[in-house]
């Protein structure tokens, strides 16, 4: 694949970026790790420097993070920096969540394979107005220093596979490892993390089920575009570029229009809207890169796109 995602599988319906080879059964995670292309390792290598005369000299304490079957090279690192192998993510995850309780859904390698990704399905469900919403849990790594080893939750609405909400970064929502630490070795920390699920989604549905209750007149949706795109519901419409009014108007129609809006148990609710500008950002947003649709994923998940679902959640839950 081109671009920002490497390779991927996905198991079930076609996920909303369209991407990845599907699998027709509920992947174990021997197999999801072959389908993801992700069953291979980075090691660490010397890094050398040209002196003056035609010969190396070694650079004291510093590595190079490369992929043992093709030799690409993710970053240069420190020597306390402790790589974590994709095989090692994968063993963490079914020994965190229970291998016969989380249903592999998607996983793979973004930008050449710098950053690898493992989503998994949590058990149950619930009901915003007749939307249903799954439960997930999003592992992250990186073999090129960008991010730590990070776990949280995202929930998913069914009918158009919108991401919503992430979780916040406290640590009591989300698992977070410097690659200074063996990853094995925080597992009961881990499974801590992992308990405290009820309680996150009971809460985030509380406030789900809020914006759903929560009528929003027309004259406030100017103002949560505004605060979602710009951080600022009063900034000046003239003071706004071009392309973010672009997309504030394409947002707004989707608040009305898009997947999943016509339940006549949200129409003109917050949830309506929040719904609305995320699906903008998972599947209109044209973030930097050669293919639109790998790098709006990466933004969805971990760029600007998250950040403009969040200043809308926030948004709206203190209206």
Same mark, same amino acid.
């Given at each position: 694949?081109?671009?920002?995602?490497?390779?991927?599988? &996905?198991?079930?319906?076609?996920?909303?970026?369209?991407?990845?080879?599907?699998?027709?059964?509920?992947?174990?995670?021997?197999?999801?790790? @072959?389908?993801?292309?992700?069953?291979?390792?980075?090691?660490?290598?010397?890094?050398?420097?040209?002196?003056?005369?035609?010969?190396?000299?070694? @650079?004291?304490? &510093?590595?190079?993070?490369?992929?043992?079957?093709?030799?690409?090279?993710?970053?240069?690192?420190?020597?306390?920096?402790?790589?974590?192998?994709?095989?090692?993510?994968?063993?963490?995850?079914?020994?965190?969540?229970?291998?016969?309780?989380?249903?592999?859904?998607?996983?793979?390698?973004?930008?050449?394979?710098?950053?690898?990704? !493992?989503?998994?399905? #949590?058990?149950?469900?619930?009901?915003?107005?007749?939307?249903?919403?799954?439960?997930?849990?999003?592992?992250?790594?990186?073999?090129?220093?960008?991010?730590?080893?990070?776990?949280?939750?995202?929930? %998913?609405?069914?009918?158009?596979?919108?991401?919503?909400?992430?979780?916040?970064?406290?640590?009591?929502?989300?698992?977070?490892?410097?690659?200074?630490?063996?990853?094995?070795?925080?597992?009961?920390?881990?499974?801590?993390?992992?308990? !405290?699920?009820?309680?996150?989604?009971?809460?985030?549905?509380?406030?789900?089920?809020? #914006?759903?209750?929560?009528?929003?007149?027309?004259?406030?949706?100017?103002?949560?575009?505004?605060?979602?795109?710009?951080?600022?519901?009063?900034?000046?419409?003239?003071? !706004?570029? %071009?392309?973010?009014?672009?997309?504030?108007?394409?947002?707004?129609? #989707?608040?009305? @229009?898009?997947?999943?809006?016509?339940?006549?148990?949200?129409?003109?609710?917050?949830?309506?809207?929040?719904?609305? %500008?995320?699906?903008?950002?998972?599947?209109?947003?044209?973030?930097?890169?050669?293919?639109?649709?790998?790098?709006? #994923?990466?933004?969805?998940?971990?760029?600007?796109?998250?950040?403009?679902?969040?200043?809308?959640?926030?948004?709206?839950?203190?209206?």
């Amino acid at each position: 694949m081109p671009a920002e995602v490497e390779t991927m599988f &996905y198991a079930g319906e076609t996920p909303w970026h369209g991407l990845g080879t599907k699998l027709d059964h509920i992947a174990t995670s021997e197999e999801a790790i @072959v389908a993801a292309g992700l069953d291979w390792e980075v090691e660490m290598y010397g890094v050398y420097t040209r002196t003056t005369d035609p010969t190396f000299q070694v @650079v004291p304490g &510093y590595f190079a993070t490369t992929r043992k079957t093709d030799n690409k090279v993710f970053g240069v690192m420190k020597s306390r920096f402790k790589p974590v192998q994709n095989r090692e993510a994968f063993t963490f995850f079914d020994n965190v969540v229970g291998e016969k309780l989380a249903i592999y859904h998607t996983a793979g390698s973004l930008k050449e394979g710098a950053i690898v990704w !493992i989503l998994a399905k #949590l058990p149950g469900n619930f009901s915003i107005k007749g939307d249903q919403v799954d439960k997930y849990l999003l592992l992250t790594n990186s073999h090129d220093g960008s991010r730590a080893v990070q776990m949280f939750y995202t929930p %998913i609405r069914v009918v158009c596979w919108n991401t919503l909400q992430m979780a916040d970064s406290t640590a009591s929502a989300r698992f977070y490892m410097r690659h200074t630490t063996m990853v094995m070795n925080r597992i009961a920390q881990a499974q801590d993390i992992l308990g !405290i699920a009820n309680k996150f989604y009971r809460d985030w549905h509380g406030q789900a089920e809020h #914006l759903a209750l929560l009528q929003l007149p027309a004259p406030q949706v100017p103002l949560l575009l505004k605060a979602a795109f710009t951080g600022n519901s009063e900034t000046k419409m003239e003071d !706004i570029w %071009i392309p973010v009014k672009n997309a504030m108007e394409k947002a707004e129609e #989707l608040i009305y @229009v898009g997947r999943g809006q016509d339940n006549p148990k949200i129409q003109g609710t917050a949830w309506q809207a929040y719904n609305g %500008i995320a699906e903008y950002v998972d599947y209109y947003k044209k973030p930097r890169g050669k293919n639109p649709n790998d790098s709006r #994923l990466n933004s969805a998940w971990f760029g600007t796109g998250n950040d403009i679902k969040k200043r809308a959640w926030d948004y709206l839950l203190k209206l």
